[in-house]
């Protein structure tokens, strides 16, 4: 569905694009916790392709993509190693990186959705795939590299505006409106979304009387 939307070209950009820029958030999390060269290859990897590994484990899609394609694969490899020759200046740069994590956050969230739907699950199910999608790799990163998953702690909503877009597509394809312009809307919505929570801070609603200045638990 969603290949049919764009050439197959553009969409393999974009989904190298991703792919490299997740590996780049990665890679830069293990040079910051003094992994080793093998260490920061495994979190940009699990990072750029865990979270399409996932859904196509659960859809059956077999073998997985980051397994059939080989750019897939060779893509968070680059992104690692200038991470590790180069991190002082990719660090320098890491406002623009957090810009195009929030671009490859949209394309996962609406690719993710529109895959599981293309598969035969619900518009519910594929929605939450899709934010699967989008912010598992993320989850598999902190997990590794021994922090609370922003998942859970989502400080500047990274999770929330995943799922608008992942809803924004289940809701087009029950209205038979989902085209190349309502999928851009999904993908530059939770773009948008993403970084207006970057910039003021936002973040999901903490538990209900729960003040935001009682220190969190470690």
């Given amino acids: 569905m969603f290949h049919d939307l764009f050439p197959p070209g553009i969409q393999h950009a974009l989904d190298l694009a991703g792919i490299f820029v997740f590996a780049t958030a990665g890679a830069l999390l293990a040079v910051r916790k003094n992994f080793d060269v093998f260490g920061i290859v495994v979190l940009a990897l699990v990072t750029a392709l865990g979270g399409g590994l996932f859904r196509d484990l659960v859809i059956g899609a077999v073998p997985p993509a980051a397994f059939g394609e080989l750019s897939f694969f060779v893509t968070p490899l680059i992104a690692a190693g200038i991470v590790y020759f180069l991190h002082p200046e990719v660090q320098r740069i890491n406002r623009a990186i957090n810009v195009f994590d929030a671009a490859g956050l949209g394309l996962f969230c609406v690719t993710g959705t529109t895959k599981a739907y293309e598969y035969g699950l619900g518009l519910t ?71 207006l929570a970057m910039r003021y801070h936002w973040r999901a609603p903490l538990a209900w009387n729960r003040r935001s200045s009682v220190a969190e638990e470690p």
């Fill in 125 to 195: 199910a594929s929605a939450a795939l899709g934010v699967a999608t989008a912010v598992g790799g993320g989850v598999l990163r902190d997990v590794l590299g021994n922090e609370v998953p922003s998942l859970l702690r989502d400080r500047e909503m990274y999770a929330v505006p995943a799922l608008v877009g992942a809803t924004m597509v289940a809701v087009f394809i029950s209205m038979h409106s989902l085209n190349a312009i309502t999928t851009g809307l999904a993908i530059v919505t939770t773009f948008v979304l993403r970084l």
